[in-house]
């Protein structure tokens, strides 16, 4: 014990030292490997594994203390039996407010600290390519350069109170089908320009403390054994010094992981010994296959994190956990994250004195749905669903009703009866496994909910029509129906992709039905990604979409459907009409299910290249249902007086005014698109390379400012590895949306690299 002691004393006088200066200095990083000079061979492998799942070990001999690792994105899933719930990413993205999305990272790391974790697994940046993708709704945007800002954001947020973030899934994880072995081919100018750019703006300029590599493969290497990604593209190109931690179960070797640049190996069985960074990372140490300065970085990169969160020294931040402040800006994340896709005749706001009866139908109203499956699914401190927020903000004023609508079949699915983690990694079909359980295929694609005997299936042909039945009488017998469905965490989840872009139940034939009774009734969908809504799109009249709104999300919906909220959010995605519009699926390159390749040969070319998202449907007129960047207001604006002036260094200030010419308040959400008039290399029509919110009063003008400088005008080019501005002549527009551009200007820049 008094060896401990002593031990602790010298190591915090050691990192006294090293903790002086607010960043990592040459002496820090001098001090760090000191201490890992003083550990044994052995201390430095059992550091670099998992201790338990969620854990690193402590070393007490050096004053080491353990530290504590969490999911994320959403809340706080690990050493928290219940957590703060916040807006998943996609409606995260779906807000383009930066600053507020600060404010969620500020709560989301004060929980954390909190509850003892010193690293939140989260956030994900990879790039939604296509809608069935299971994970989507973790995901933030079909666009870099908005994940990035958005991405950046939230990462600031959260170690603002010395907790760090780790942004996943480095790289390519843009499927859950086959998400264990398939192999991403891609060539390097989409890889540069579509997939990377939101990594490395949440690396460089986020300064995200740690990365989490995919369980993917990428051009025929797992993404932890790829020296390109992990070392020449993160180390040399982008100097990141953070630390690299593997998906848990995505180590699939020991030499090469170890000098691809992996970290530290996490999984999710208790075997620690038999990791691949354990025993036989110790024998190849040596046999001299790794050199042990490897492992010294590695365990180096661990301490400097360390540092960087101020474990050692007395001013770290204290945290704190379901604070009003939290309450009120997860509400307030909720609210602007909603898109209002349609509003004929201006319907919403529901006013609540002209509907003293309202229905709700939908069992989307009525069901827990702050978060998705799989491993963002922590469980919320309380939860009001939609019927409930909608009781609350119609109070006294309004009889609320309700009927779940459509049949739910897939029950077991839908609460979580089924272990996405168990089911989704290979390690699991041994006993060392956490969990375990029949319900899924090995590929990655939910069984089909309807399984069962004919007798079933007559249960629920019947079970159907009393539901259907129940909704049409309680929609004649109210003023207003408000309409609430969409997917939920069978398909909104980890280790799954959708099989179908409908949505799922008999949803379609309920919506029809009640649009007969009411045509004007509202209907909210919730998706993690772009659904069909072309079947009813035409016939209905208010349409919103949001997704996993967090612990509020049923309020946020009711505040707006009722006017105290004006909806501000824009789409983060397109959403096609159909799903072969989609350049993955129209080029035949998702979801790579050959049937003549083993499932864990599956390869997924990219053949779509950079034409992802609104890049595909702009420029190859494409017209999408809903485009990027949409979404309407219960106001309306004006764009007036562009103005581009040229500053040092290729930057570029863009000046315009917007007016609300409207009578409420609003918030607008101002894009800023490049084109490329005379590049001599085939490029996207317009590519986002600005934005900015701004709240308006009724009458009110105001200048926004938006800087660009060269990277706006740059593309990845394969002949020459790097990026290059061309010069020519550019357009600068500015609009409300990817399909509404109001204002443009073409500059001409000269510079030649
Ligand atoms: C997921 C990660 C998650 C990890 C730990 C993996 O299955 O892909 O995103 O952080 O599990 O739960």
């Known amino acids: ?61 050096l004053g080491i203390p353990e530290i504590k690792l969490a999911d994320g994105p959403q809340g706080i899933r690990n050493h928290a039996p219940k957590s703060t719930l916040y807006p998943s990413g996609i409606l995260s993205a779906s807000t383009w407010n930066r600053s507020l999305l600060y404010q969620l990272g500020q709560g989301l790391g004060q929980d954390a600290k909190a509850r003892g974790v010193n690293i939140l697994l989260g956030p994900g940046v990879n790039i939604y390519r296509a809608p069935m993708c299971g994970r989507n709704f973790e995901y933030m945007s079909e666009d870099p350069y908005l994940t990035g800002k958005i991405a950046t954001s939230v990462i600031k947020g959260v170690q603002s109170n010395d907790v760090a973030v780790c942004v996943k899934h480095f790289a390519l994880n843009n499927q859950e089908k086959y998400r264990m072995t398939i192999d991403a081919k891609i060539e390097d100018r989409a890889l540069y320009e579509i997939y990377l750019p939101a990594f490395k703006e949440a690396l460089t300029e986020g300064n995200a403390y740690s990365l989490m590599c995919s369980y993917n493969k990428i051009n025929g290497t797992y993404a932890s054994e790829n020296h390109r990604l992990l070392t020449e593209i993160l180390r040399d190109e982008w100097n990141y010094d953070g630390v690299v931690i593997s998906d848990w179960g995505a180590v699939h070797s020991t030499v090469p992981s170890a000098l691809a640049g992996c970290d530290l190996e996490m999984s999710v069985t208790y075997n620690f010994d038999d990791y691949f960074f354990a025993k036989s990372l110790k024998e190849a140490v040596l046999n001299g296959e790794v050199p042990e300065s490897v492992i010294d970085e ?62 709700v139908i939908g069992d989307a109203a009525k069901r827990p749905l702050a978060c998705g499956g799989g491993s963002s699914e922590a469980t919320p401190l309380f939860e009001i669903t939609p019927l409930m927020g909608i009781n609350m903000v119609t109070g006294s004023h309004c009889i609320v009703k309700y009927a779940p609508g459509y049949y739910v079949d897939n029950e077991e699915h839908v609460t979580g009866d089924v272990d996405w983690q168990a089911t989704s990694l290979d390690a699991c079909d041994d006993e060392d496994c956490v969990t375990d359980t029949d319900a899924a295929t090995a590929d990655g694609t939910l069984n089909s909910p309807a399984k069962g005997n004919s007798k079933g299936i007559i249960n629920s042909k019947a079970k159907k029509e009393a539901l259907l ?54 209907i909210s969908i919730l998706s993690g990604s772009a659904i069909n809504l072309s079947p009813f ?13 967090g612990m509020q999300g049923g309020l ?112 607008e959400v101002c894009q800023l698109y490049v084109t490329a008039n005379e590049r001599t290399v085939d490029s996207p029509a317009i590519e986002l390379k600005g934005f900015t919110k701004v709240n308006l009063n009724p009458g009110e003008q105001k200048e926004c400012i938006i800087t660009v400088n060269k990277d706006a005008f740059s593309y990845y080019s394969e002949s020459s590895h790097g990026f290059i501005c061309e010069p020519g002549s550019y357009t600068i527009s500015i609009g409300s949306s990817s399909d509404k551009l109001i204002l443009r200007k073409d500059i001409n820049i000269s510079v030649n690299d």
């Open 1 to 61: 014990m008094k060896k401990k002691i002593g031990g602790i004393g010298l190591c915090m006088l050691a990192w006294s030292i090293l903790t002086c200066a607010q960043t990592i200095t040459p002496q820090a990083e001098q001090r760090a490997r000191e201490i890992v000079s003083k550990m044994t061979l052995q201390e430095k492998i059992e550091y670099i594994s998992g201790y338990t799942s969620f854990s690193l070990r402590a070393i007490p001999r």
């Open 298 to 359: 590695k365990v180096a990169r661990i301490l400097l994190l360390q540092k960087r969160i101020k474990l050692y020294e007395g001013t770290r931040k204290r945290g704190e956990y379901s604070t009003t402040k939290h309450h009120r800006i997860l509400l307030e994340a909720a609210g602007e994250s909603i898109v209002l896709l349609k509003n004929d005749r201006n319907i919403l706001p529901l006013d609540t004195k002209k509907c003293p009866k309202i229905a």
């Open 469 to 522: 039945n129940e909704a049409i009488n309680l929609a004649k017998e109210c003023d207003v129906v408000i309409y609430v469905g969409g997917l939920n965490r069978a398909y909104d989840t980890e280790g799954f992709d959708r099989t179908s872009y409908d949505l799922p139940y008999n949803q379609y034939e309920v919506i029809d039905a009640l649009l007969k009774v009411k045509p004007d009734m509202v």
């Open 537 to 549: 799109n035409d016939k209905a009249s208010a349409i919103l979409w949001n997704s996993m709104a």
């Open 556 to 667: 946020a919906l009711a505040q707006t459907i009722f006017g105290d909220v004006n909806p501000s959010g824009k789409l983060p995605v397109s959403f096609p009409v159909q799903l072969s519009d989609c350049s993955a699926h129209s080029t035949g390159s998702y979801p790579c299910d050959d049937p003549n390749v083993a499932d864990d040969q599956k390869t997924c070319t990219y053949s779509e290249g950079i034409y992802v998202g609104y890049r595909h449907y702009i420029t190859n007129n494409v017209k999408p249902l809903y485009s990027f960047g949409y979404g309407l207001s219960y106001t309306s604006f004006e764009y007036s007086g562009l103005n581009i002036n040229e500053l040092n260094n290729n930057e570029y200030e863009v000046s315009f005014k917007v007016k609300n010419t409207g009578d409420v308040s609003g918030k």
